[in-house]
Structure formats: C-alpha cells, structure tokens
C-alpha cells in the first residue's frame, strides 16, 4: 500500500515537469524539416536507459534530429515487462521536431541495469542519416527520486 | 512446431522452382501440385521463424492447391520471392517448402493486380473467408462521459501477403486518441501526422515491405482502417482509445456505439463519395467503398461489448432496445452490462439508454486538469417553469425520405411516427408533408391546417409512400424551406431518414443557407443511421435529433418531440460564468434548450472552475435569466481535453463546410497539438525491424453485413 503511494506521488512528480519541458528549446530545428526526403528509408533505433542498481519507475527523454530529415512513424514498447507498453509522445513537441517520450511502469518490478525502454521506428533519408541529440529529462525510481542513468540510442534495424 | 528439425530439404525448394517454371509457361488454368512436399506442413502462421538455435530456418509458405486458378500470376511473384530468400541464404541456413492446409479446402481465387480488390471465394458454402475476426468494445462511463478502448483483431488468412482497408463506424463526437499496432508480442503507438504526410508515409512503408497500419477520417462518424503486408496466417490487432460525452435525450442518457456503415447514396456534386457495392464488385484501391457481405454470406467477424457504468446518482432503469444484454446491478448507481454472446452480429448500432432518477438530473459539471490546461463540461438542465409556458402555432413540416433505403420496414417507421405527431397536434397548427427520393413531392400546394379531415388526407397520403430510388436530399430541403411561413408561425421541420447519403456537406450547406428562423428537429430511421447527417442537421437547425430503431415502437421520440415543440425553448443562450475565467467554449453556438433535453458544453477555464452561473436567453421573444448553482464539480477519467478539442474540431468542420477561410488550418493545428485524429490528420504505426518478403500483395476490402432491415437490391452499387 505504502509503495502505492509512493509510487503515485513519482508519478505526479514526474508529469508535473512534462509542462515546462515541453516547451524547451528545439534547437531550431523546427524548421529545417523536410517533408520529401531523398531516399526514404525506414530503421528502428533502440532507446537505452542504463539505470545501474536503481529500479526505473518512470522516465522522460527528449530526441531531437539534427539532420532534421527523420519522421517518427511508431512507438515500440521496451523489452522488460514493467515498459512492455509503448511510451506515450507529446504531439505538441512533435510538432517542433522533437521527440518527447515518456512511460511509467504500472507495477512493482522494475529494470535495474540496461534496458531498452523503447524503440523507434523512424523514416529517415538514407543520403543524410539522423544524428541524435539526446536528453534525459527525467528517470525516477518507484519513490519518485531521481536516479542516475545513462540514455543511448542505437540503430536496430 | 512440425517444421522444426535440423535437415536441410533445399531439394524442396528447387522441386517448387521448377513447377513455378512450368506454370508460369501455362495458362492460369494449369494445375499446380507439390505431392512431394506437401507432408512437409506448417501450422497457420509460419513463415519466416528465425530458430533459438545456431541455424536460421526460412518458412516459405506456398500455396499449392490443385484446382487453384491463377497460378500465372502467382508464379511470377514467387520467383521474385525465390530469388531474394536465396540472395539472403548463408551455408547455415536452411529452406523449407511447406504447404498450409488451411487453404486447401480453397476452391478458387479471384485476384486483380496489386492494390485492386481481390477477394477469396469458399466455393460454395456460407462462410466467407475476411481479415477481420473480432471487434471488442470495451467502455467506462462516469456520469455523462466515457472512455472507450476498442480492440480490432485482424488475421490474414490467405495464401499470400495482403493488405486490407476497412470502413468502420465511430460514433460522431469520438475523440480518437490513441492508437497502438500489435504484430505478435510487440506492440507499436501510431503518431498522428497531417493525413497527406501519413498516406504518403503508408505508401512508402508498403512499398518497402514493412507491416503498417494507417487510421484516417472520412466523416466524422466513418473512419478507414489499412494495414499493408500481412503474412499469411498472421495477425495483427489494433487498438483505439476514444473518449465522447453522452447525450440525454428522450429522458434518458444514452450510450452508442454503431458496428456497421450504411450504404451511401452519391448525387451528383458528392465531393469525397463513398460507394456501397457488394462483395465481388470490383473497385480501385483510392475508391471509397463499404463493401457488404452477399445474402447468406458469414465472415466470422464477431463483437463483443461490455460496459462499466457509474452514474453517480441512481439509476432508475438500464435497458437496450437494439441488442440481448446481460445487466449485473453492483448498486444503485453502479452496473455492468455485457453483450450477449448470441447477439455477436456486427450489423447495428448498439444503443443502451440509462434513465437516473428524475429530481436527481440537475445542472453539472467536471472538470479536469493536465499540462495543457484546465477544461471542464458543463451539462446544463432546461429550467423547470420551461414547461409551464405554451407556444405560438406552428407549421409542422414533416419531410421523408421515400429512397431505396428506407424501403420495407423503416419507411413504416417513419410512417408510424408522422401518424403519431399528426395525431398530437392542434387545430391551431397547419401541417405539410414532403417525401423525397429522385425529386421531391407534397401533400398539396400549400400547409394545411391540423383539422381532422386534412389529417384523415393525410393518412391517406402516407398510406401509399413506398421506398425507391436514390436519395436526393437537397430536393427534400428545398421543398421544406424555401416556401413563406404563415407570419406569426414557428416553422419547425422534421426529417425522417436514415441518412444514407455522401454528401453531407452539400446538405449542410444548403440548410444554413436556407433554414432562416425554423427549427430543424431530425429523426433518425432504422438500424445504423447516419448519425452525422442527423446531428447536424439538427445543429444548424437549432433543434434536436432523436432516433427510431427498428426494433422500438418510435412512441418515445414522437411524443419527446412533441412535449418539446409544445413549449416555448429558451433561445439566443448566454452564459455569464460568475466571474471564473471561462474561454473557447463549444459548441460556440449554444443550443436552445428544450424541455427535456440539456445541453453539453465543453470549455477551457484558468484558476478556479465556475462555481456558479447565470443563463440568459429569449423566450417568446421576452427576456428571461436563470441562476443556477453548480455545487461541487466531479474530477473525471476520462480525457476532457481530448473531448474539448473534438467539440471544436466539430465547430472548425461545419465552418470548413460553410466556407469560412482558415478554418482548415486551424483545425489541422488543433489536431496535431492534442494528437487526435481527424479530417485532416490521421494515425500512422510503421514496423520498421522486419521487412516482409516479395512483393505488396493485393488488397483486400473487409466486407461486413448490410445493416439489419435493408433490402440489399434497393441499396447497392449505386455509384454515380
């Protein structure tokens, strides 16, 4: 019951600074979209969070293209069970180019470690592969506190 | 798993390149075998499995029946499909050819090119093979709102990679946003894009092999589901969140859901068309079609339904007119109603009407809050000395529609309830009666007054009505409203339909146009209206719309509308919010309240939410004003932001329609900020980690059954 609690309050903790990220710079990219690219081609990237010993309970990351050629066009949920659903998006961040994500888990166990958190299926241009700019804007543990955590992004597929 | 196994039979695949060969060289009428390997078989499903161990296993499935028809054109796919499993072949790799006896009870198969329609025939029987196997609904209401998750649940069960496209109804407020793909355990989230950009994106992520799935708008109330490159046997599921506000109308909330498109008749100047055509008629991968299941025809495609309901007061009565339900009472305020699992048939609205106790209906609001905003509907209850007051006479117009569609049972709804209103009405009214179908017609020249002898006339006249012929509306409307109304005469017109027509928006506009100071209240005729076209009409006509299923006795909806046009309506509605800070609240035009109908308004509020409010409004032309207080507002579940941005979307729409410039940009912005689809935006989910092997195949329209009570003859393939 106590760790529901908790766990609540991380929650309310967490998207309680979804607002005030939303509207972070985008570094102005905004518009340098393409909307054609050259040689469309589509690739997944996996989303890592390395967490260490912490349990992850919640996390935000933000995902920016440089190149500015890619679309996002899915979502994948990550490999452990607690983030097997798909991260939600802020569609007004997408709409400035920048990918802001974020999942909570639904239940107790938690990943410790790497783990991917998501995937994201991308079109790019394969004449000017993406170059990520990544930021994590928040990772909490079931309590709600902030952990030290580690976000890469790697090409899958 | 019967094709697992260490053994490396290539010989198989050479076995299947040489007959592939041979067929190639001969008509499409050669027969095929592959005796040799068909014991070599694979359940449902398989086709490429990459093995937990060090060798990879490529499933190929071939579709090897000895009678099947077109060999031609699929020789020339798999010899492509050949070509490339060997390019990717490494020395630890092994190939099997396996045949699935799933499609070997499959007579034939008729198929066009890639994007045309093709279609599996049974050879003979009932049942007729469709990528579609379930639909599940599943809903939370709380008070007037509720949270919708609907679950589609698609399957390829051909010898080939497909694609699908099918046109499914929502109901017309549904705010859609959500949509998530499943390809096995994996679950995707579609993004929303601008509807242009997410058709093209569709069309590249096809044309590259990869499983995708676009959600687009059509109407408000018809949207179109297309998943690219499904392996046979495979399948996929998509889920949708949506979130609406309940209507009360006729004393009772009601909560709908609609599980079939009825056909549309496409006069000449319909913009975006929607053809009704059935199965087996062929049409071009960019028409749009509802395609209907033939008589006798089974796809297997079943519903199921369950809702969580919590009034928050006490609820008097649960019931639905249109389907079996199972209702368990948890309290007084409290039930749970599931479908029946007899009554899985896709081919009517469900319709469950919940009545609370009457001095508990009162004037209410919820609020909610997220990083966007504050919003908060507000339903808003007639004033009770509404009903005290009497009206000045009326010119009842009753306008019905006589087209092929209504045919058989629904016109003889209509029929019923027109006999009913005429019946209820004074001497002091007059009364006309319009039918439309190819042209439009009257009962006289001119109204005629409510007297016994014209309403026996009358009778007589409805007497004869029959349904035939297309639907042409606009000769309907034209007929109600162009003509002087006697001075000193309310005009209030009803449209009795079901509303299958494709172009809505000529009719809209010709209503505002047209309508001037009479009142449109729209009925509703038969099993899967149109709910679209009867709402809005009604909008613009400032009344109400109510609906007659074929199964109730329509008494309700007459004598509803009977009680409201009785009394005076409070009109020119002004809300003052009591000093909260209150913006962009839809609809922008507020309703005229009617007896016994309240209204919902949806809007934006910073600080604090109205604690109380005054109405002002005109009543037979006499100021009036109401206090009325709010008490506590009720936090939600369900997504009030969402149902905000629909409400206004539904605004910007009707403006689009009448022409204002601007309207579409706003729109289109609105949607991409709040992510929900739209006319203009639509929901896209690409697998980008696996490519599917050989080439697009066709796509498959998903064929569904004819709403109950329509005559297929009198309704289909009727393109213009």
Known sequence: MMARLHFTLA???????????????????????????????????????????????????EVVDLAA????????????????????YDPKALQGARIVLAAFAPDDELPRGKTRVATLHLRVDADAPPEFKLRLIAAVDALGNDIDAELEIRQES | MAC??????????????????????????????????????????????????????????????????????RSGMRRNDD???????????????????????????????????AQLDDGGGQSVAMPIKLTSVRAEIAGFTATVDLKQVYHNPYSQKINLQYLFPLPVDAAVSEFVMTVGERRIRGIVREKKEAEQLYREARDAGLIVALLTQDRPNIFEQKIANIDPGHAIQIDLRYFQTLP???????FSFPMVVGPRFNPSGSNDPI????????????????????????????????????????IEDIKSETHRTQIERRSDRQARITLAASDDVPNRDFVLRYQVAGNQLKTGIVTQSDSRGSYFSLMMVPPRDIQEKSRRPVELVFVIDTSGSMRGLPIEKAKAAIRRALRASTPSDSFRII??????????????????????????????????????????????????????????????????????DQIFRAVYANVKDARIFSFGIGSSVNRHLIEGLARLGRGAAAYVSLDGDGGRAVDAFYD?????????????????????????????????????????????????????????????????????????????????????????????????????????????????VSRLTAFLAVDASRRTFGHPGPTIPVAVPLPEGLQPGSVLNRRR
């Open chain 1, 11 to 61: 929650l309310i903790a967490f998207f309680a600074v979804a607002p005030e990220l939303t509207v972070a710079d985008s570094m102005g990219t905004t518009a340098a979209v393409s909307r054609a690219a050259a040689r469309p081609e589509f690739r997944s990237y996996g989303l890592y969070l390395d967490t260490h010993d912490a349990g992850l309970g919640a996390w935000q990351v």
């Open chain 1, 69 to 88: 050629k890619s679309r996002l066009v899915g979502i994948e949920g990550g490999e452990h069970r607690a983030f097997a659903q798909p991260a939600f």
């Open chain 2, 4 to 73: 697992s196994g260490r053994t490396r039979p290539l010989y198989l695949l050479f076995a299947a390149l040489g007959l592939w060969v041979l067929s190639s060289c001969d008509s499409a009428s050669r027969s095929g075998s592959l005796d040799g390997v068909a014991d070599k078989r694979a359940p449902a499903g398989a086709y490429y499995r990459p093995s937990s161990k060090a060798h990879k296993q490529l499933i190929v499935r071939s579709a090897i029946e000895s009678s099947a028809p077109n060999l031609e054109a």
């Open chain 2, 83 to 117: 070509a490339e499993l060997m390019q990717r072949l490494s020395p630890n790799e092994e190939i099997w050819i396996v045949e699935d006896s799933l499609f070997a009870k499959r007579r034939h198969e008729t198929r066009r090119e890639h994007g045309c329609y």
């Open chain 2, 248 to 254: 009360y109308r006729d004393g009772g909330f009601e």
């Open chain 2, 275 to 314: 053809h009704a055509v059935s199965r087996g008629t062929p049409i071009g991968e960019d028409d749009k079609a509802v395609v209907y299941l033939n008589k006798g025809d089974y796809s297997g495609h079943r519903i199921e339904l369950s809702l969580e309901l919590n009034a928050g007061v006490t």
């Open chain 2, 435 to 504: 039918r439309f179908s190819e042209s439009a017609s009257s009962l006289g020249e001119e109204a005629l007054a409510a007297t016994s002898g014209n309403i026996r006339r009358a009778m007589t006249y409805l007497d004869r009505l029959e349904g035939g012929g297309g639907t042409h509306m606009l000769a309907g409307i034209r007929a109600a409203l162009d003509p002087p109304v006697e001075r000193g005469r309310q005009r209030i017109v009803s449209f009795m339909t079901d509303g299958f027509i494709g172009n809505e």
């Open chain 2, 564 to 676: 409201r046009i009785r009394h005076p309506a409070l009109e020119n509605i002004q809300i003052n919010w009591g000093g909260a800070d209150v913006v962009d609240v839809y609809p922008r035009r507020i309703p005229d309240l009617f007896v016994g109908r309240p209204v919902v308004l949806t809007g934006r509020f910073r600080g604090g939410p109205p604690r109380s409010i005054q109405v002002e409004g005109r009543r037979e032309g006499r100021r009036c004003e109401q206090h009325i207080s709010l008490g506590g507002r009720t936090q939600v579940n369900a997504d009030l932001s969402k149902i905000w941005a629909r409400r206004k979307l539904a605004d910007l729409d009707y403006e689009s329609a009448l022409g204002r410039a601007g309207a579409d940009r706003d729109a289109l912005s609105l949607a991409l900020e709040y992510g929900i």
